[in-house]
């Protein structure tokens, strides 16, 4: 198990001898809604337990949460099936500071992107046939 600030434990998946993966803990009160104050940047420190918790590692890294971006447009909004057409998505949010890896999703496909606070630009690749996907960005390359 992963612990978060050596109160909130919740299930890892073992992934190697040097690895494991583990779901982030909510922030999000009973209702729904946060409770921190506007502005905060919670972090966590997190440690593993292989006992269910009666000990935890020695050693602890933080974990920081970061605000989900917000999608206002996409420019073009269609394209030919050959890959390099650039695309620019305007929003806010992209330029946070715990924000580590920006990818942009359309569909099943990722791509890498460059990003400002209010815009991200990336290539759109090949693809087989025309279709509609639905585009979405993340800041943690998950």
């Keep these: 198990m992963c612990v978060f600030n050596k109160t909130i434990r919740t299930n890892a998946?073992?992934?190697s001898d040097t690895m494991i993966i583990c779901d982030s803990p909510s922030l999000l009160n009973k209702q729904g809604y946060s409770d921190l104050p506007e502005g905060t940047v919670p972090m966590f420190d997190v440690q593993v337990t292989l006992d269910g918790g009666q000990e935890n590692s020695d050693g602890s890294s933080?974990?920081?949460y970061?605000?989900?971006?917000?999608?206002?447009s996409i420019s073009p909004a269609l394209g030919p099936l050959r890959a390099n057409t650039p695309v620019t998505l305007k929003g806010s949010g992209f330029a946070q500071l715990h924000a580590c890896k920006h990818i942009v999703r359309m569909g099943l496909l990722q791509v890498d992107?460059?990003?400002?606070?209010?815009s991200?630009?990336?290539e759109v690749p090949s693809v087989p046939q025309a279709g509609t996907v639905v585009v979405s960005v993340s800041l943690n390359g998950q």
């Design 13 to 15: 998946t073992v992934i």
């Design 62 to 64: 933080p974990f920081r």
């Design 66 to 72: 970061y605000k989900e971006p917000t999608l206002h």
């Design 113 to 118: 992107a460059s990003y400002t606070s209010e």
């Design 120 to 122: 991200m630009t990336f």
